[in-house]
Nanobody, 118 residues
Framework: VQLQASGGGLVQPGGSLRLSCVAS????????MAWHRQVPGNLRELVAG???????NYADSVRGRFTVSRDNAKNTIWLQMNSLKLEDTAVYFC?????????????WGQGTLVTVSS
């Protein structure tokens, strides 16, 4: 099972970006999916999560600006980031709980860098 994240880049404060992450491989089922982010020297933090039923949760710092969504048929999760701030600069990682036919396990994507700068 692999998670492939994309969509990061350089954006000015107030701008928008949309991150995507696709899970592929030997997949029987996917449960919760989420986006996390990490700044060098800091702990990785949860940004937004979504269940396969569509229930969502957000970090207080991004609520109202970011929107997480998913397509269960495509094993894909997105993160729409609006009104970006300097402090949103980080490497963003997608994460999914996946059953590969052998049981449930936690998988991570490789990370995509988001830089908010003027």
């Amino acid at each position: 099972v692999q998670l492939q994240a994309s969509g990061g880049g350089l954006v000015q404060p107030g701008g928008s970006l949309r991150l995507s992450c696709v899970a592929s491989g030997s997949i029987t089922a996917v449960s919760a999916m989420a986006w996390h982010r990490q700044v060098p020297g800091n702990l990785r933090e949860l940004v937004a999560g979504i269940t396969n039923g569509g229930s969502t949760n957000y970090a207080d710092s991004v609520r109202g600006r970011f929107t997480v969504s998913r397509d269960n048929a495509k094993n894909t999760i997105w993160l729409q980031m609006n009104s970006l701030k300097l402090e949103d600069t980080a490497v963003y990682f997608c994460n999914a709980e996946v059953n590969d036919g052998q049981g449930w396990d936690d998988y991570w994507g490789q990370g995509t860098l988001v830089t908010v700068s003027s």
